[in-house]
């Protein structure tokens, strides 16, 4: 069972696209897991869609529509970003297709099933969507007993997958940005709960946890974060890395 889900203020800001890349894929992913934050995010998308029919035509910028089709066919050819929702409504949809994005959450279908013909073909079909569609780099060692897989672009400071071996403990560290870490399969436990597969957990600047990898197996999360900071003898290493 889901317990841990985004706050009503990332829903809203995740349904205005108003959230980076790699934290919108992690809101998304936990959408596919979560109908309630799906349903929630859907209705904050609707009001907003709203306002924006009520708003009085505004001029543009000669070139401004070149322009935007530009950026949406660069991001498909990268893959999309498929994170960000879009706007039901009239009024909504062409900021929301800016963000290059899909209201299936990923499934490359619209809402009655068809298939969308401006959604990339799945690429990492064991991973839930919307990261099924997206380009992640190979595996790398990360510390011992954890291995990453980096989001190609991330979007932030760093995006991806990350896997922990069973009963692994995380180096203490907190974090200079923020982060948002969505539970794909297994589990693990800081000092403020449990975390399971569909659960998000939203850490802000400053925050610090070390995270303990269930012992009944490895756990892989997506994280996207806007800085780490370690602590101990690993923080000496990162600070002497980073100078």
Known sequence: MIVHHPNELTLAC????????????????????????????????DVGGALLEDLPPAAMAPGSLERLLARTSASAIVGGD????????????????????????????????????????????ALPPPLNRRAFGPWRPLTFGMRMRPLLPAGCFWAGIVEGAPGRILPLHDHTGAEFTCVLSGGFSD??????????????????HRPVIDDDGPCVSFIATDGVRLHGVLGFVQRLFMR
Not at 89 to 100: D, I, M, N, P, Y
Not at 103 to 124: I, M
Not at 192 to 208: I, M, S
């Open 82 to 125: 498929l994170s960000v929702p879009l706007g039901r409504r009239t009024g909504a949809s062409l900021g929301a297709r800016a963000g290059a994005a899909t209201r299936s959450y990923g499934t490359g279908q619209t809402k009655s099933g068809a298939a969308r013909a401006d959604v990339p073909p799945v690429r990492e079909p």
């Open 191 to 208: 000092a403020e709960g449990h975390y399971g597969p569909g659960d998000l957990v939203e850490l802000a600047a400053g925050v610090g």
């Open 14 to 45: 995740y349904a205005a696209g108003t959230i980076g890349t790699g934290m919108a894929l992690a809101v998304a992913t936990h959408l596919t897991f979560c109908p309630t934050c799906r349903a929630a995010s859907s209705l904050a998308e």
